[in-house]
């Protein structure tokens, strides 16, 4: 089997693919984040999810650079970014974000999240106000009371290796809440768990690519990159009763569902003042993999 040279998945290979944008480091709330950053215009930080880095808006990002600052950022715990023992709750996260928006010397931003990045874009517009003009989230909220009664067991006679919009099987919530043992089983295997990932929540599987998969694989396919992906999802319980006490956002606020739409619409029609609401029509979870120039259309129109 072909192996893509390791050379092409480093930060300096892939940036090298999008002329135009550089890598960047900062050292903020005592740790370094990775950021890639280009264009021009107001700032618009990018927020990925698991499992992937600031590749994953690779499509978009030469896009939205014509009329924006475009900063994709590596949050706590991914690809080149550090990954500390503790500090995986999103609100924690939120503040990394924060930390490094005053040291590119911006005083307000447009965030964009998509998956985790989703959960720390919303948590950065409820710390942080005063910092987000306009808050998008893509396809899935802050964690909330209603995440406690997630059922881990499918429902009978529901499919299970394709996303059923209505009945979701998200065993990976449970799975990644265990400490030390993933690390150990997955170890030169992530492959096989990204895989699957993909397989289940994308509608057009082609949409993240070998070379992609390869990226992704590179940035977790260690036992720190295992342990900090894993510990997004143990922070969860805090998460849930940070989220006890947020009131509703009051910037401009767009939410573009996948098959977590009806989700994404319950919690932000009582999280968000100012609610535009759209479906990803034809699109699976990778929303900016599957749907890059529907989506960026949509947010620039959103942030105009």
């Known amino acids: 089997m072909e192996t893509t040279p390791l050379h092409d998945l480093n930060d300096a290979g892939l940036v090298k693919k999008l002329p135009g944008f550089s890598n960047g480091y900062a050292t903020v709330n005592g740790i370094k984040l990775h950021y890639v950053i280009g264009g021009g215009g107001k700032p618009l930080v990018l927020l990925p999810g698991w499992p992937q880095t600031w590749w994953s808006y690779r499509a978009m990002m030469p896009i939205l650079a014509k009329k924006y600052e475009v900063i994709a950022v590596d949050i706590r ?28 010397g911006y005083q307000q931003v447009f965030i964009v999240g998509h998956d985790i990045g989703s959960m720390v874009a919303f948590s ?4 942080h106000p005063d910092a987000a003009l306009k808050l998008v989230m893509l396809d899935i909220p802050h964690p909330d009371e209603s995440w406690l009664s997630i059922p881990m067991i499918p429902a009978p006679g529901k499919i299970t290796d394709k996303i059923d919009e209505d009945h979701a099987f998200q065993w990976w919530f449970a799975f990644h809440q265990v400490k030390g043992l993933p690390e150990e089983l997955m170890l030169g295997r992530v492959h096989l768990e990204h895989d699957w990932i993909f397989h289940y929540l994308l509608y057009d599987e082609t949409a993240v690519s070998r070379f992609d998969r390869a990226v992704y694989v590179h940035a977790y396919d260690h036992k720190d990159g295992i342990r900090a992906g894993n510990a997004w999802y143990q ?54 993999e599957e749907k890059p120039a529907e989506t960026a259309a949509q947010i620039i129109d959103f942030l105009q």
């Open 235 to 288: 922070a969860f319980g805090q998460d849930i009763e940070d989220d006890r006490g947020y009131q509703a956002v009051e910037m401009p606020v767009l939410g573009i569902g996948g098959p977590a739409h009806k989700r994404l619409q319950a919690y932000l029609s009582r999280k968000a003042s100012h609610l535009t609401l759209l479906k990803a029509e034809g699109s699976g979870h990778f929303i900016p």
């Open 124 to 127: 950065f517009a409820a710390n």
């Open 77 to 104: 715990g991914m690809g080149g970014s550090d990954k500390p023992a503790e500090g995986y709750d999103k609100k924690t996260m939120a503040a990394d974000i924060y930390e490094l928006i005053r040291q590119l």
